[in-house]
């Protein structure tokens, strides 16, 4: 899933509001983090993570690579935040400007 800058623009404006769900210690991608993740996009189309400075990998890596693993898009990384996108499949709730 490809999103425009302004589609992207929206989806930040709205995860600006939010706080960060799960942090992302030393441990880094652990498969129990990728499962709560996506457990997460059952209930929820945006999700915000914190990665926290005892991380030892790339927080953009690590973006991309949890983004590859529950099949949604990373919309930003801003400082030590992620913002992933995933929409519902039958409805989505966020609508996105074309």
Do not use: C, W
Not at 47 to 59: F, G, N, Q, R, T
Not at 70 to 88: N, W
């Amino acid at each position: 899933m490809k999103l425009t800058s302004k589609q992207r623009a929206y989806l930040r404006s709205l995860a600006s509001k939010e706080n960060a769900l799960f942090q992302i210690g030393k441990n880094n991608l652990t498969p129990e983090i990728v499962a709560t993740v996506e457990e997460a996009f059952n209930t929820r189309e945006l999700v915000k993570l914190s990665i926290l400075k005892s991380a030892v990998e790339d927080p953009v890596a690590m973006g991309e690579a949890l983004a590859e693993r529950t099949h949604s898009v990373m919309v930003e990384k801003i400082g030590h935040k992620i913002v992933l996108y995933r929409p519902f499949k039958d409805e989505p709730e966020i609508k996105l400007p074309r």
